[in-house]
């Protein structure tokens, strides 16, 4: 276990010593589709690393609609920020595909940091990125329009991958609507306009950029569908 756990982001650059230490208190879990990680409200445990599969964090309005909040991939961290602060997860968390999960135990875990300050320092990076996706979350659910949600999704993904055209989305058009905050109908609609305004070409899954400038205005909100 301790070559997979020097291979993710949050533990580079730590001693053998300390990916030997992080093997003996990590606890290997695996999830079906669909499980249920943690609720909002749940004490916050422990740190959860994905090894493999994807996760969704949601909060749900009284209404019970659902708002996307992340969809974590392999080798990202969550529920990092209760283990620090000691408080109880501030939403909920389960898998969107089958999935395996390294589990630190939040007391042991601390005691580990205690002895080495590097692990802090290189979570904090981590956290200050996430913070930052969260600003921006914030700023298009409460400033964009869907449209400008979405072209700035698919900016975003294509940044992510070099900056290439050809993209996959890897969630379901009903999970995407969930983290722009809008719901499927509104979703495949807005899709259908990018495609007649020659923005984007949609195969299934498979969505090519056809007009990147465009795209990048919807997002600024210099143009509208």
């Known amino acids: 276990m301790s070559k997979q756990i020097a ?3 949050l533990f580079e650059g ?3 010593k300390h990916y030997d230490e992080l093997a003996g208190i990590a606890v290997d879990r695996s999830y079906k589709r669909g499980q249920i990680i943690f609720s909002e409200g749940d004490e916050g445990i422990g740190l959860y690393v994905l ?3 994807k996760v969704k964090v949601f909060k749900l309005s009284p209404e019970g609609k659902e708002q996307i909040l ?3 991939e392999e080798g990202e961290p969550f529920g990092e920020a209760s283990v620090f602060a000691g408080q109880r997860f501030p939403a909920h968390a389960e898998t969107l595909e089958k999935s395996r999960i390294l589990f630190f135990p939040r007391a042991a875990f601390i ?5 080495d300050p590097s692990l802090a320092l290189n979570m904090l990076a981590i956290l200050s990125r996430r913070l930052r ?3 921006l979350l914030v700023e298009d659910l409460s400033l964009k329009e869907v449209p400008g949600r979405l072209a700035a999704y698919f900016l975003s993904v294509s940044e992510q991958r070099d900056g290439s055209d050809d993209l996959k989305l890897d969630i ?8 722009l905050g809008t719901i499927p109908e509104t979703l495949s609609r807005i899709l259908a306009r990018m495609v007649r305004q020659g923005l984007i070409h949609v195969d299934g899954s498979r ?14 909100a210099e143009r509208r569908l």
């Not at 005691?111 to 002895?115: G, P």
């Not at 379901?172 to 983290?179: S, T």
């Open 207 to 220: 969505i090519k950029i056809v007009d990147r400038q465009g795209l990048e205005e919807l997002a600024q």
């Open 172 to 179: 379901a058009k009903n999970q995407l609507a969930g983290l």
């Open 7 to 9: 291979a993710i982001p």
């Open 70 to 72: 992340h969809v974590f």
């Open 133 to 135: 996706k969260f600003t």
């Open 111 to 115: 005691e580990l940091i205690k002895r």
């Open 51 to 53: 090894i493999a599969g």
């Open 14 to 16: 730590l001693s053998q």
